[in-house]
């Protein structure tokens, strides 16, 4: 069956087409609202819902267009449901349910996270069921036993900010332009990691719990430090340093922790998904345990329709023609069926 996503819960609007007999990717758009938010230093909510309502339509059509099918050859639409903006949500899900209407066909709502957690099976080294898999973005970083699809136990999360808003907050600090998180990791590997000692929180701690918040304070910290008394900007070598020991820190309490999550579960596969998936640093951490490692390719670490249209053909079976429309911001994994 062929299976459209369109994903619109924060600054990406995602569209593809998904074959789920073939298992193939034929045709994917994607608009980034990256440079238009940039100016604000972040995300603007209404900004992002209008830039989605403005976008979706010709994504969709020139998607139709890749894919070389007709309107009606689409069996089925999926749509992010949530969690994410409640404004921006509602572009994806208000066009799914029109085109539904007007097609007469089918729709599955998706969870954002799943979506994400899916992804790497857009990639030709697929993983098995079951595994350990690390959600870790900007707004959510988890670690989950997945027996298989729908089926996912969370196993711990971060007690405070997530990894990568630690990321995107501590390149604030630095003065780095938006989005930080990115930017940060890129300037990373101009500096000495070891330069400056950070604190990695609940290391050692019983549970798999994380926390990213005080890390970021010590960041503060330290270029209180180096600027206060000398009333001067941090120097470039600083700033590398300063994110390279950032990041070293942050790296070593996500491998521990997956460690952890691996042995406690007895699994040897780790999935790890989310925007923080593309940080190099990490990969090659994480590559070092002892288990099978899986990362979607990097253009499935944002947000995107690919791995809506995918969670979508995951869900076949709970195609309705007729759904209430609504959106859910808030939305835990855990209760995806719900």
Known sequence: MLVLGLESSCDETGVALYDSEKKQLL??????????????????????????????????????????IAWQ???????????????ALLVAAGFAHGLALSLDKPLIPVHHLEGHLLSPLLSENKPQ???????????????FKVADIGEYELLCESVDDAAGEAFDKTAKLLGLPYPGGAELSRLAAFGN????TFPRPMLHSKDLNMSFSGLKTAVLTKIMELTQDTQRELSDNEIYDIAASFQAAAVE??????????ELTGLTRLVVAGGVGANQALRAALK?????????????????GAMIALAGAMHLDQREKTQSFTVKPRWSLTDINN
């Open 73 to 87: 050859d689409i069996d089925v639409i999926a749509y992010t449901q949530g969690p994410g903006l409640g404004g």
């Open 129 to 143: 069921f079951p595994f350990v898999a690390l959600l870790v973005s900007g707004g959510h970083t988890q670690f």
């Open 193 to 196: 990691d070891k330069a400056y």
């Open 288 to 304: 070092k345990l002892n288990a099978e490692v899986y990362f979607p390719e990097l253009q499935w670490c944002t947000d995107n």
């Open 253 to 262: 309490v996500l491998r521990k922790k997956a460690q952890k999550a691996l």
């Open 27 to 68: 045709a994917h758009s994607l608009h980034s609202q990256i440079a238009m938010h940039a100016e604000y230093g972040g995300v603007v909510p209404e900004l992002a819902s209008r830039d989605h309502v403005d976008r979706i339509v010709g994504l969709v059509e020139e998607c139709v267009l890749k894919a070389n």
